[in-house]
């Protein structure tokens, strides 16, 4: 765009040339806008450059001729970023909106085109002043209400994006309402078949629906958007621009429903917008293709997902900043990447990458900037995350620093949500620098600043932030020894989880709200209990451990009798739609859906449906308890023939609350058992490997320290006979993923020796499930056996011990269905396990501790049997038998709720499991499942024969393993005298490495 504007040496060009210039050039002009042709508007730039030269005689034509050249220089800059260009293009529509008749026809559109230019260039300056936003939305209403009928909607969206831009920098909720009227005002008026004004309602419609949750906003927005994409075919010059906003309605259509086929299709619309977009519409999509990975990160929690998120924030800093969509917002967003990635994968450097380039959002912000506080905030919270991953309290006191500085600069802004934000960043990091160095001072400055953000219900406080705000008041504290105060803190934070959660439908959804809680519920337990409410406390625990699993137990556990008796018919309905809400919800869990969106609405109108009938259930009198919460009656169901127990482990203590037959609770502190000294003590078991150099010895005085700190403390208030029912204990939280079973305790005169081997004992996930397991194994008579061993073909090594594991197993039962090699596929385990009464599983497993429902069984073809496919079975096992590897290991993302294998088959109808919580060798758990077999064929319970049976493998002779397995283990050839004695008296399996791994769980 190179060319000089023409010099008519001071006399005005011929007016019919000038007349013949502008004609062309506005046609040529308009022929760009459908063809997308660059050489087009390159040639009608240079015919309006020489139209707009002339001085004429024809009223108006210079300011005609000036607008035109405006739009066409405009419409330039879109291809390719000139400053110079786009100074031309204003210095033009400001002259043609001042020198144009005053009754014009045309003066309402160069208002409106003079409008546009200038919005244009605001939003490349960064965040502009709401006092130049004012004037621009002053000319589109100019524009709006001067414009002929014809040109009225074009006028009214312009209107709607100027209101849009200033609702960005505003966050005024009255400039989106008159943005949405203005965009829809100009539908109404007859352009629903253009792609730009139904891109405009529908990104705005999208965006006040994702602020209120509205799915009617959502869908509608969905529905232009898709439309302008209709309206935008490829080689339209517009196309990639519509693409990259249907992305982003798709991905607040995913936001307001959980509808996670919006994100593949959000994925799928960007790349196909990538095909033919210039530089600025390759900056939007790269950034709403990172923000569809950054959700999908959220939801599946791949490590995939977020590297993609970020190498594609990256594509929109390779071009100029200038031509960045919200070049403030893309850094800050790129910066929150870079520090979840930091603190996500343990990697410092991009902690340093982040704060570069929060500090060039600061270096392009005006310094009395109101986004300039939002800014300096994000990097003290990155300071603060740099604090939590590093210890290097410098970097706490640089936090602490700039949130002061953030808060100070908001002191005109008393209650507005940023400030309170600002507010609780600032807490946080005064009450860490306060508890690192034991300054008084900071101490009281937090509690004054918990104190004032106790006021919860700020307008516009977000749930996740109210949560976290009153989670960290509750810490506090908890470190000042302010209890009473710590667990109204706590209770409120659960109660805005419950309530958060009741409102999401997936499963996915109802694992997000929980995501924010991990811990809360067991922090406040510890509080209840410190201020001697010991019931409180229990029923605390319970109501924060495996909550969705605690959902589905009681509406398993639903009797109908009771709301029979009062209304017959209402008894029907609730039964209905609990049994539908259960299917809804197995298909929701499952792997293999086909239309998710189906699912979806499916599952939808079952929550809808069965939250409608509870409702009318609870409003009659004397119902009110139906489906509620859980109470102290629930632990005094779980406890009524055994003792259940509670395990905590906290920043500053651990607590076990011990609830009796007849309901009682007695806490019992466990002041060594915190979270800092088990933290190592876990790292230590993982990194230990059966027959590695010490090892046996390290792991056992890991066992050692836990019953000594977790377990022997209260173990006197459970005394047991041989024949008394199973010690039910609930380990709350990651506490689950500990070898708790094999803790070496002493009870009475006997000789210190595993908890499991002393004292019959189940795990549970907590009462409910410990409830709903003990009624259906009531019913489950566990006769008709399912074996299924080693898979093949597969890439995992064969299992010659699982094979033969099998078939000394098959021998013992007369009625046994056995799917072996080829045999054990998918499709046949899945229809052999809903008639199962015993199963029996030798297979390879893995866990996704990140990913929990990931976690599967390998079986043939490499075919997967995972957590969701699990959750989506019908099972009436007596005994699931996982003889496979990390099988009872939880997910490390929500520890709470305790999804793995072993829990998915208790959830699904299982009455018990037996499962491992790490690798185990071949031959080791071949032999334990064999004699554990043995044991109940003479009558055992599961966990008294698992513990017999592991008992019995500690003390195996390599010659008595030799004898009794001849086909797996061979006595060394070259042994002879003393080293030949060594080994046939050698224990191989009394490693707790090999068996403490398998425990059990359930009834």
């Known amino acids: 765009m190179g060319e000089k504007q023409l010099d008519s040496g001071g006399e005005p060009l011929d007016d019919k040339m ?34 707009s030269a002339t001085g004429g005689r024809i009223p108006d034509l210079r300011p005609l001729a000036l607008g035109d050249l405006g739009l066409a220089l405009r419409a330039w800059v879109h291809l390719a970023e000139d400053a110079a260009l786009l100074a031309e293009a204003i210095a033009a529509h400001e002259e043609a909106y001042a020198t144009i008749s005053a009754d014009s026809p045309h003066k309402a559109g160069m208002a409106g085109n003079l409008a546009g230019t200038l919005r244009m260039q605001l939003e490349r300056q960064g965040i502009p002043a709401l006092g130049d936003l004012d004037r621009v939305l002053s000319l589109y209403q100019e524009a709006a209400d001067g414009a002929a009928p014809a040109y009225r909607p074009t006028a009214l969206a312009n209107l709607a994006n100027g209101y849009r831009t200033r609702f960005d920098v505003s966050s005024d909720r009255t400039d989106l309402d008159r943005a949405v009227h203005a965009a829809l005002a100009a539908l109404a008026e007859g352009v629903d078949d253009a792609p730009l004004p139904l891109s405009t309602a529908a990104k705005l419609l999208a965006r006040r629906g994702r602020l209120d949750g509205s799915r009617d906003d959502a869908a509608r927005a969905l529905e232009l958007a898709e439309a302008s994409l209709a309206a935008a075919p490829v080689g339209s010059p517009h196309h990639a621009a519509i693409c990259a906003g249907l992305a982003g309605v798709l991905m607040d259509w995913y936001v307001v429903t959980g509808e996670l086929g919006a994100l593949d299709r959000a994925l799928e619309v960007c790349r196909r917008g990538f095909a033919v977009a210039g530089e600025r519409d390759r900056a939007y999509l790269w950034l709403n293709l990172s923000a569809a990975h950054r959700f999908r990160y959220d939801v599946y929690q791949r490590r ?24 403030i917002g893309c850094l800050r967003t790129a910066a929150a990447l870079h520090t979840l990635v930091a603190a996500e994968f343990r990697q410092p450097r991009y902690f340093a990458s982040a704060t570069a380039l929060l500090n060039e959002a600061r270096r392009r912000l005006p310094p009395e900037h109101v986004v300039q506080s939002a800014v300096i905030a994000q990097l003290g919270s990155v300071a603060y995350q740099r604090w939590e991953l590093e210890g290097d309290l410098d970097m706490l006191r640089e936090s602490v620093r700039l949130q002061e500085q953030a808060w100070d600069s908001l002191v005109e802004f008393v209650d507005t949500p940023n400030r309170q934000r600002t507010r609780y960043m600032l807490a946080c990091a005064v009450s860490s620098l306060g508890a690192a160095t034991g300054d008084p001072v900071r101490l009281a400055q937090a509690a004054q600043h918990f104190a004032e953000l106790a006021e919860f219900g700020i307008p516009g406080l977000d749930t996740d932030l109210a949560i976290s705000a009153a989670d960290a008041r509750g810490k506090h504290a908890t470190r000042a020894g302010e209890h009473t105060v710590a667990a109204e803190a706590f209770g409120h934070a659960w109660a805005l989880v419950r309530a958060r959660f009741a409102q999401e439908v997936t499963c996915r959804h109802r694992e997000g709200a929980l995501r924010a809680s991990q811990g809360v519920a067991g922090r406040a337990a510890v509080a209840l209990a410190c201020v001697g409410q010991a ?9 924060g451990q495996a909550v969705m699993a605690s959902e589905a137990a009681q509406r398993e556990q639903l009797s109908l009798d009771r709301v029979a008796a009062v209304d017959e018919q209402l008894a029907s309905r609730l039964g209905d739609a609990a049994r539908r809400l259960r299917e809804a919800e197995r298909t929701d869990r499952s792997d293999s859906v086909d239309d998710t969106d189906a699912a979806l609405a499916m599952l939808t109108r079952a929550r809808r449906d069965f939250d409608q009938v509870l409702a009318d259930v609870q409003a009659i009198d004397g119902l009110q308890d139906v489906l509620a919460p859980p109470t102290q009656a629930d632990l005094k169901a779980a406890a009524q023939d055994g003792p259940l127990v509670y395990l905590i482990a906290e920043a500053y203590t651990g607590l076990a609350l011990v609830v009796q037959h007849n309901g009682t609770v007695t806490p019992v502190p466990l002041p060594d058992f915190t979270v800092r000294d088990l933290a190592p003590k876990a790292v230590e078991l993982a990194k230990l490997r059966p027959g590695q150099l010490g090892a046996a010895e390290r792991f056992q005085a890991v066992l050692d320290w836990l019953g000594e700190t977790a377990v022997q403390p209260w173990l006197n208030l459970v005394p047991a006979k041989p024949d008394d029912p199973p010690l039910r204990l609930v380990p709350v939280g990651v506490l689950a993923r500990l070898p708790l079973h094999a803790a070496t305790v002493r009870i009475g005169t006997a000789d210190p020796g595993p908890l499991a081997h002393q004292r019959a004992l189940a795990l549970v996930p907590n009462a409910r499930a410990a409830t709903a397991a003990r009624r259906r194994a009531e019913v489950l008579d566990g006769e008709q056996l399912l074996i299924v061993s080693d898979p093949r073909p597969s890439t995992a090594a064969p299992l010659p011990a699982a094979r033969a594991e099998a078939e000394r197993i098959a021998d013992a039962y007369q009625d046994a269905t056995v799917l072996v090699g080829e045999q054990a596929t998918r499709e046949q385990v899945l229809a052999h396990l809903p008639a199962a009464g015993l199963v029996h599983l030798a297979c390879h497993a893995f866990a996704h501790p990140r990913q929990p429902r990931e976690s599967a069984v390998l079986l043939a073809h490499d075919e997967r049997l995972s957590v969701r496919d699990m959750a989506a079975t019908n099972l009436a096992a007596r005994l699931v038998l996982l003889s496979a590897c990390e099988t009872a290991v939880v997910g490390l993302t929500l520890p709470n709720e305790a999804i793995g294998l072993a829990t998915a088959v208790l959830g699904a109808g299982a009455a018990g499991v037996i499962a491992s919580q790490w690798q185990v060798p071949d031959i080791a758990a071949a032999v334990l499942m064999t004699r554990l077999h043995g044991h109940l064929r003479n009558g055992a319970t599961p966990p008294v024969a698992l513990a017999r049976a592991q008992g019995e493998l500690r003390q195996l002779t390599n010659t008595e393993l030799a004898t009794q397995w001849p086909e797996l283990v061979t006595e060394p050839p070259a042994l002879s005298g003393p080293a030949r004695r060594f080994w046939s008296r050698g224990r191989p399996f009394d490693d707790p490495r090999c068996w403490a791994a398998f425990i059990y769980i359930g009834a």
């Open 18 to 51: 000038a007349m013949i210039a502008f004609t062309h050039g506005h046609q040529r002009r308009r022929a760009y806008e459908t063809s997308g042709n660059p050489a087009v508007l390159r040639e009608a730039i240079s015919l309006l450059r020489t139209a």
């Open 304 to 327: 995939d997902d977020l590297t993609r998120a970020v190498e594609a924030m990256q594509h929109v800093f390779d071009g100029p900043l200038e031509l960045m969509p919200h070049p």
């Open 535 to 543: 019931e409180a406390a229990a029923v605390a625990a319970e109501t």
